[in-house]
C-alpha cells in the first residue's frame, strides 16, 4: 500500500512569508485589536491608514485572511456530550 504524504500546515508560507504580503503581522495585529476594540470601526478608513483594499480589511475582520492569528472575538465552542 503506498502511503500519501499528509498534508502540513507548515509547508506552505503564511502572513509575510508570502511574497505579495502588502502587511506585516503587526500591522494585522493592530487591525485585528482596532477591529476587536471597535466592531463598528470604519473598514474603508483601516483600509487607507494601512494602504490595502477595503476587501483585504474585510477578508482579515471575517477570518479569510492572516488565519493563523488569533481573534479576541471567536472562541471556541465546546461541544456538549450526548
Do not use: F
Not at 18 to 41: N, R
Not at 46 to 65: H, P
Amino acid at each position: 500500500m503506498i502511503e500519501r504524504p499528509t498534508l502540513r500546515s507548515d509547508r506552505y508560507a503564511r502572513g509575510e512569508d508570502q511574497g505579495g504580503s502588502k502587511l506585516t503581522e503587526d500591522q494585522v495585529k493592530e487591525i485585528i485589536a482596532t477591529i476587536g476594540a471597535y466592531p463598528d470601526a470604519a473598514i474603508g478608513e483601516l483600509a487607507i491608514k494601512y494602504g490595502v483594499s477595503s476587501a483585504c480589511i474585510s477578508k482579515i475582520k471575517n477570518d479569510r485572511l492572516w488565519m493563523h492569528i488569533p481573534r479576541p472575538w471567536k472562541t471556541k465552542k465546546h461541544r456538549k456530550s450526548v
